[in-house]
């Protein structure tokens, strides 16, 4: 049985007002988690902010249980930006099976790209006019859905996955946070590369510029090569299919083929393993992946990724649908968490492997769980 707490604050007349607040918030997400773990569910290693929905807040470390089982049959509507990749197909392993552990029905819907914004708005306001109970959503932009969110949430509640979104009409967010996923990768390049030592040119990637990650992913990036010899001295935005990105690429090394290293999506490092390759490249290049596929653990194994953060996609497709589950049964505890972001490179690939964030090779992409 779930305990409730009434929690009162003396409000000391020496504690800043952001100390306060901060304080408070972890308070109270200490309180809710329980001491003790009852549930056969095992607990998940989960990182929530001090202030939800925003990244910037301080973050803690938090055991969360999920639920044990949903209280009826919710019709769960996900909207995903595309399939094009085997990220957001690990996002849809996650989903479909905790949807088929806590015995929802699920639907899902994918817009086909970064590019396509009135797609999925079409796709999410058919959702929510075809018996969903709720909506959770990877959007294609970061503020591009909010009056569409607003009018849907007239009707049903909506949870955002993943790809960071405008707070509007927002119940709650699964997600890490780009900026960090930027400079941890950024970090590892300048650890390689410190300042001082011979300046490397760097070829940058980010994806599709007004997506709701690359602004973010960038930010973080750019931060950290300030501590290293690193100069990018191409960028080339784009969205994240493979054909794009092979174009993308290629046109880079024409403009530059001075080029050391490539930094980019994880389908931008795969497509520059095969370039690299045909132009007898691979020795004198090298490759970075600011997240984590199928394609960039492959390129690990095999030295041809230098490494990648990874933010668990399986398992922030998990949390989506019990966070949507919470929301609709009243039991929502913490509104903002997210797995803790890790870099992999050869040295820890065998450990941390595809737990968690690959989904099984056999897996393809499921639309439907009844």
């Not at 905790?98 to 929802?104: D, N, P, Q, S």
């Not at 690193?230 to 083929?257: F, H, M, N, S, W």
């Amino acid at each position: 049985m779930q305990k409730h707490y009434r929690l009162n604050i003396v409000k000391h007349p020496f504690m800043r007002p952001v100390t306060r607040v901060l304080c408070l918030a972890l308070i109270v997400i200490g309180l809710y988690l329980p001491s003790h773990v009852s549930s056969d569910t095992p607990t998940w290693d989960l990182e929530t902010w001090a202030i939800p929905f925003d990244y910037s807040s301080p973050t803690q470390a938090i055991k969360y249980q999920p639920l044990d089982t949903a209280s009826k049959k919710w019709r769960i509507c996900a909207s995903y930006p595309h399939l094009k990749d085997s990220y957001w197909l690990s996002v849809n392993y996650g989903m479909v099976e905790e949807a088929k552990r806590l015995g929802v029905a699920l639907q899902v819907v994918e817009a086909g790209g970064y590019p396509n914004l009135q797609r999925q708005i079409n796709q999410i306001t058919a959702c929510s006019a075809n018996s969903t109970d709720i909506l959770i959503v990877g959007t294609v932009s970061f503020d591009g859905l909010s009056e569409t969110i607003l009018q849907i949430t007239e009707n049903i509640p909506v949870v955002s996955v993943v790809n960071d979104i405008a707070d509007p009409g927002i119940a709650a967010k699964v997600g890490v946070s780009w900026t960090t996923m930027g400079q941890i990768i950024g970090q590892h390049l300048a650890k390689l590369h410190p300042i001082g030592s011979p300046t490397i040119k760097v070829a940058w990637f980010p994806g599709p510029e007004t997506s709701g990650w690359v602004p973010f992913v960038e930010k973080g990036f750019r931060s950290a090569l300030r501590k290293s010899s690193a100069e990018i001295v191409v960028t080339k935005y784009g969205d994240t299919g493979k054909e794009i990105q092979l174009i993308l690429i290629e046109e880079a090394l024409e403009e530059r083929p001075d080029i050391d290293i490539i930094v980019g999506s994880a389908v931008t490092a795969e497509a520059a393993v095969s370039v690299l390759r045909d132009q007898q490249l691979t020795e004198q290049i090298h490759i970075l992946a600011d997240y984590y596929t199928h394609a960039v653990y492959r390129g690990i194994k095999r030295n041809r990724i230098i490494a990648a953060p990874t933010d668990f996609p399986v398992m922030q497709g998990r949390m989506g649908i019990e966070q949507a589950v919470r929301v609709l049964e009243g039991k929502l505890i913490v509104k903002h968490a997210g797995p803790a972001i890790k870099l992999v490179d050869i040295h820890n690939v065998d450990e941390i492997g595809s737990s968690e964030s690959l989904a099984p090779a056999m897996f393809t992409p499921t639309f439907i769980v009844k």
